[in-house]
Nanobody
Framework: QVQLVESGGGLVQAGGSLTLSCVGS????????MGWFRQAPGKEREWVAV????????QYADSVKGRFTISRDNAKNTVALQMKSLRPEDTAVYYC????????????????WGQGTQVTVSS
C-alpha cells in the first residue's frame, strides 16, 4: 500500500553532516505521521525522530536532539533527516516509517517501513 525508499546514507567524518531522504508512494503520503529509526549491528532498533502529517509537530530522541532535524514536503512525498555534528555512535542503518496513527508519537503504529540506508561515522 505504502512504499518507502531511503537514500543519502554514506561515510562521514565525526563532526560532519549528512542528510537522509525518504520518498513515499501514492498521493496519500500526507495521511501519515513519519518517523526515522536506526539500528546498529547487535543492537535493538531505536526511534530517532517523528513528524506529524502536516509537519507542524516534531519530536526527537534525547540522543539526537539539537543535532538532527526532521522535515517533510508532502507535495514531493518526501521526509528528510538532517544530521549535524555526527558522532561514531550515530553509525547505524537508518529507516523511515509511516505511522497509521493520526498523531506524531514515538510509540505510534508504524506499519510501513523502508529498506534502510547505511550511515557510517568515522572517528
Amino acid at each position: 500500500q505504502v512504499q518507502l525508499v531511503e537514500s543519502g546514507g554514506g561515510l562521514v567524518q565525526a563532526g560532519g553532516s549528512l542528510t537522509l531522504s525518504c520518498v513515499g508512494s501514492g498521493r496519500t503520503f500526507s495521511n501519515y505521521a513519519m518517523g526515522w529509526f536506526r539500528q546498529a549491528p547487535g543492537k535493538e532498533r531505536e526511534w530517532v525522530a517523528v513528524i506529524s502529517r502536516s509537519g507542524g509537530t516534531v519530536q526527537y530522541a534525547d540522543s539526537v536532539k539539537g543535532r538532527f532535524t526532521i522535515s517533510r514536503d508532502n507535495a514531493k512525498n518526501t521526509v528528510a533527516l538532517q544530521m549535524k555534528s555526527l558522532r561514531p555512535e550515530d553509525t547505524a542503518v537508518y529507516y523511515c516509517a509511516a505511522s497509521v496513527d493520526t498523531v506524531a508519537h514515538r510509540n505510534g503504529r508504524y506499519k510501513y517501513w523502508g529498506q534502510g540506508t547505511q550511515v557510517t561515522v568515522s572517528s
